[in-house]
């Protein structure tokens, strides 16, 4: 089941990169100038397949031997439950990661083809991208080690990180909080290492005077936003396995 849901995701990856590059040939649309600019705007669409990556390897990890009383067989045999959720982990975020990996090699090298250089900061990009997907990973695990349906587990994630946490910093942001805090706005640091603001935020403005409205656009602080989601990461897979290793049959 896991090895069909790594082929299907690849199969979509791979079939977006060659969808994109066919249609900007086709149509001749120019690239940017810089090879920055071209990363920010490929490595910007890599967000939902680390997100549906994440959710679908992770959500069932941890629930699987109690949703299908497998665990009756496994949990007698001579491993702890830790090293059964620590090889779980390591073999979700290797699957995930390397989705991820595909993706950005892919992107990598049409950047060398077109612009003949790769800049350091793509590197720095990828392995924010990792740590996305590891935080995700650990909250995907945590809600599965909670819930009696690994599905569930999927969904809540899923809807957490695209709608939950990004309304957060939508609240956040029109209350002039930095929401350096959320998951989503550490997560966007590999987009904004690749080509950082010179400064922490822009206010726009919309209207006129007198009634003239500010909203706040804050950027990610890439060192702080590292700290950030290698917290969620750790954090969550602490629980989830903690709970996994005290969780009974119900």
């Known amino acids: 089941m896991r090895r069909r849901r790594f082929i299907v ?16 040939t086709a149509l001749s649309y120019p690239y940017p100038d810089a090879p920055e600019d071209f990363l920010v705007s490929t490595v910007g669409n890599i967000d939902f397949f680390i997100i549906i990556a994440a959710c679908l390897f992770a959500g069932d990890a941890l629930s699987h031997e109690f ?66 997907t590891a935080a995700i990973v650990g909250i995907a695990e945590l809600l599965g080690a909670l819930l009696k349906r690994g599905l569930l587990a999927t969904i809540i994630t899923f809807l957490l990180v695209t709608f939950a946490f990004s309304a957060l910093v939508a609240i956040l942001s029109l209350s002039r909080i930095n929401p350096w805090f959320v998951l989503n706005q550490a997560g966007d640091a590999m987009i904004e290492v690749l080509k950082p603001h010179d400064k922490p935020y822009d206010i726009i403005r919309v209207g006129e005077e007198p009634s003239v409205f500010e909203i706040y656009v804050y950027y990610p602080d890439p060192r702080i936003s590292a700290a950030v989601l290698a917290l969620y990461a750790l954090v969550s ?3 989830a396995i903690y709970v996994y290793r005290r969780r009974e049959f119900v």
């Open 67 to 132: 949703e299908h009383r497998t665990g009756y067989f496994t949990f007698v045999q001579p491993v702890s439950r830790t090293e059964l959720a620590l090889g779980k982990t390591v073999a979700v975020l290797s699957s995930a990661c390397a989705v991820i990996a595909v993706y950005f090699l892919t992107e990598f090298v049409e950047c060398i083809a077109v612009y003949h250089e790769l800049p350091l900061s793509a590197w720095a990009s990828l392995g924010y991208a990792v740590l996305y």
């Open 9 to 24: 995701i690849l199969a979509i990856v791979l079939a977006v990169l060659g969808l994109s590059f066919g249609v900007r």
């Open 237 to 239: 897979l602490v629980v």
